[in-house]
């Protein structure tokens, strides 16, 4: 089986620049920029610039190059936002993937949140 991704998905109108977003940090092989419907007052979605649908599809395909550079891009957006250890009070990194995961946007993103304390980790289901 492999991965089918849908180009016109938003984060790759965002990649291919069709629509605007607020870049935090870009990078050869990511682009992290602010959730446009934010849940906290850092959220920050971080992507990686190739055409991955979600996590596992990225860690089984991308090339070393692109984890390197996609997990380093991941530390410096949580230091350029204050929320990194030592120095801030810490985030939440999240990754939705497929339908039990409730993802929206089927373009791997991690999302940042923090600048609060962000509650319990998983609601229960309804
Ligand atoms: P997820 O449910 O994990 O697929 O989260 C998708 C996120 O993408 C959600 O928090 C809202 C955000 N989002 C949706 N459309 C846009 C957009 O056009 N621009 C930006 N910056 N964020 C978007």
Known sequence: MSYAYDDQNIFAKILRGE???TTVLETQHTLAFRDLYPQAPTHVLVIPK????SYDHFASEASDAEIID???????VCRLE?????SGDGF???SNAGAHGVQEVPHLHVHILGSRHMGRMVAKAD
């Open 70 to 76: 996609y997990t380093r891009a991941i530390g410096e």
């Open 50 to 53: 190739g055409a991955y649908v």
């Open 92 to 94: 939440r990194l999240i």
């Open 19 to 21: 629509i605007p977003n």
């Open 82 to 86: 204050g929320v990194d250890l030592p």
